[in-house]
Nanobody, 115 residues
Framework: QVQLVESGGGLVQAGGSLRLSCAAS????????VTWYRQAPGKQRDLVAR???????IYADSVQGRFTISRDNAANTVYLQMNSLKPEDTAVYYC?????????WGQGTQVTVSA
């Protein structure tokens, strides 16, 4: 079992940057696939970026080239660096950790990008 806490969200102007953190406790993060999702009001929850236990990454087309996911296994933390933010990036961002037989979600952190 892992417990996840997201942080780093806030209000930023278009073109600005934020770095989100997903910190894990209760178990080592190193063997988990970690995915950032986001959900805007009235919309489905969509994949933003994913990083595997071996470091491979996947990005949504809408954030490719602007967002970077990374992990620090020693710190049990996964990061999402978000640059060149756009108003359409506004959403609640959630961290998900998954391994066969286990899955957990964080509580989410709000990102609001003003025009």
């Amino acid at each position: 079992q892992v417990q996840l806490v997201e942080s780093g969200g806030g209000l930023v102007q278009a073109g600005g940057s934020l770095r989100l953190s997903c910190a894990a406790s209760g178990s080592s993060f190193s063997f988990y696939t970690v995915t950032w999702y986001r959900q805007a009001p009235g919309k489905q929850r969509d994949l933003v970026a994913r990083i595997g236990s071996g470091g491979t990454t996947i990005y949504a087309d809408s954030v490719q080239g602007r967002f970077t996911i990374s992990r620090d296994n020693a710190a049990n933390t996964v990061y999402l660096q978000m640059n060149s933010l756009k108003p359409e990036d506004t959403a609640v961002y959630y961290c998900n950790a998954r391994r066969i037989g286990y899955e957990n979600w964080g509580q989410g952190t709000q990102v609001t990008v003003s025009a």
